[in-house]
């Protein structure tokens, strides 16, 4: 199972890039794989603020539910709205068509602890 | 560590995702749940079962010693019939749901729950009325394969000399399955789909199970999770012990009072109990299914509300991947169990609605 390179890391399964001043945030090859078939995202309305390590979004296959926090405080200022729909975006493009919620952070906290991709992989025993 | 059922290397092979279910190390999905369960529904998908358990109950005294262990009646069922009953306690809740297999006058084979393999062989042996009744566990002898969808009887029957249209639903007959010998071909399942569950030889299921995946693949067989499993009996609307039924949950909650059968001579084991919690009205909760009005998915253990108040609990939920909505199954208070009736359901602080229906969400249709 590969991981990224270009991508950091919660301990959550969570993956999380940055775009200028804003983080990406998605779930992992790993995450969706051990979720199963996805059915339904719960995702945050734009304009929403969040604290470092709240419940920002929800994934739901058939056979679970799983929260997705946010490793940052800040404000969504995006969300994918294609997985209204095409919620398998999250199983088949976990890393780019699967990605779930933009956050402006309000501060840099909680960035420290993201894992790079080698450390991730060695807690997912990759 | 967990036990593994005959076809353990099979599910390895075919890439399936492992997990413990009921202390075996199952197949929870081979790729796709959802894929999975709609080849079930739409063409024909192989189970391992293995897990369930067996308990053989033999001799002179095995029909009385039975009437009294379990709640429905077992004297009026012909060689070869099937019959769904329940294991109640004495406090008016049930040990196990299980179907009794009528071998002959005093051969009988009972399918229990795996989770409950050891609970009710021991519930079986304290229990036996009768000295010329033997009960044995035979849960490791028989591996157990169930082949469910419409496609079902085209390949079971290519690959058996027996004449499927002989075996009425809920019956049962011996016979060889691809040259095995000492199967029981039952036309038992646990989808809401036609099909059949194959008692086989422990050590013939891997030759079973790999003729019936070869027989079957001109109709797209696949194999089959318990993930799927689950959803499938959830469309169905069938209840899982752990979920729907348990220790202290009554038949009348659990609406089974049709598969209790107080009347019979000498009654059953543990009758008095649940006819005594009847009479006390203790029990205002009965059990519901309904359709969920939005996308987000209500599960085992979410609270159930009506205008604000606290009416019940979800037992069962997931998204149904034939009607593409979310379904359950909850006990609620008497009254609020008639279709129609709007209900609430408390996702983490925020409330779905619902709407009660009756009847099995997928209905079943003929093969």
Request: glycine residues 10%; charged residues 20%.
């Given at each position: ?126 | ?241 752990g979920h729907e039924l348990s220790d202290d949950i009554s038949p009348t909650m659990a609406k089974l009072t049709r598969v209790c059968k107080f009347e019979k001579p000498g009654s059953f084991l543990g009758a008095a109990a649940i006819l ?45 991947p034939i009607l593409e909505k979310g379904i359950c199954m909850l006990y609620v208070e008497a009254g609020l169990d008639a279709p129609g009736t709007v209900l609430q359901f408390d996702l983490r602080g925020s409330l779905e609605t619902g709407t009660v229906v009756s009847g099995a969400f997928v209905k079943k249709s003929a093969a």
């Amino acid at each position: 199972m590969s991981v990224p390179t270009t991508l950091r890391y919660t301990a959550h399964d969570e993956w999380v890039r940055q775009e200028g001043d804003l983080l990406v945030i998605g779930i992992t090859h790993f995450a969706q794989d051990a979720l199963g078939d996805i059915v339904h995202v719960e995702l945050p309305e734009v304009g929403d603020t969040f604290a470092a390590g709240a419940a920002v979004a929800e994934v739901e296959s058939t056979k679970a539910t799983a929260e997705i926090y946010t490793p940052v405080s800040g404000e969504i200022v995006e969300i994918n709205e294609a997985l209204d729909g095409s919620e398998e975006l999250v199983n088949t493009d976990p890393y780019a068509g699967g990605w779930m919620f933009k956050i402006r952070p309000s501060d840099s906290a909680g960035l420290d602890s993201l894992m790079d991709p080698a450390a991730y992989a060695t807690k997912i025993g990759a | 560590m967990a036990k593994r059922t005959p076809l353990f290397d099979r599910h390895v092979a075919a890439g399936a995702r492992i997990v413990e279910f009921g202390g075996f190390d199952m197949p929870v999905w081979y790729s796709s749940l959802v894929d999975e369960h709609r080849c079930v529904r739409q063409a024909v998908g192989l189970f391992d079962v293995s897990h369930m358990g067996e308990i053989r109950v033999r001799g002179p005294g095995a029909l009385a010693a039975l009437e009294w262990l379990v709640s429905n009646t077992v004297t009026d069922m012909a060689h070869g019939q099937a019959r769904y009953a329940l294991l109640c306690n004495d406090r008016g809740g049930v040990v196990d749901d299980l179907i009794v297999y009528r071998v002959s006058d005093d051969d009988f084979l009972v399918c229990v729950n795996a989770s409950n393999r050891e609970k009710d062989f021991a519930w079986f042996t304290a229990n036996n009325p009768r000295t010329d009744a033997t009960i044995t566990d035979e849960g490791d002898l028989w591996g157990q394969i169930a082949i469910q969808g419409p496609a079902s009887e085209l390949v079971l029957a290519s690959l058996t000399p027996s004449d499927l249209g002989t075996i009425a639903y809920y019956h049962h007959a011996p016979g060889t399955v691809a040259g095995i010998p000492g199967c029981i071909i039952a036309r038992t399942g646990y989808t809401g789909s036609p099909g059949f569950e194959v008692f086989v030889p422990a050590d013939q299921a891997s030759a079973l199970w790999d003729a019936l995946m070869k027989a079957g693949e001109p109709h797209g067989i696949k194999p089959i999770g318990l993930g799927a499993r689950d959803t499938l009996r959830m469309e169905a609307r069938m209840p899982l012990y752990g979920h729907e039924l348990s220790d202290d949950i009554s038949p009348t909650m659990a609406k089974l009072t049709r598969v209790c059968k107080f009347e019979k001579p000498g009654s059953f084991l543990g009758a008095a109990a649940i006819l005594a919690r009847k009479e006390a009205g203790t029990d205002t909760k009965v059990l519901a299914g309904a359709l969920i009005d939005g996308k987000r998915v209500v599960r085992d253990g979410t609270r159930v509300l009506k205008d604000g108040v606290d009416v019940g609990w979800v037992t069962s939920g997931t998204r149904s991947p034939i009607l593409e909505k979310g379904i359950c199954m909850l006990y609620v208070e008497a009254g609020l169990d008639a279709p129609g009736t709007v209900l609430q359901f408390d996702l983490r602080g925020s409330l779905e609605t619902g709407t009660v229906v009756s009847g099995a969400f997928v209905k079943k249709s003929a093969a």
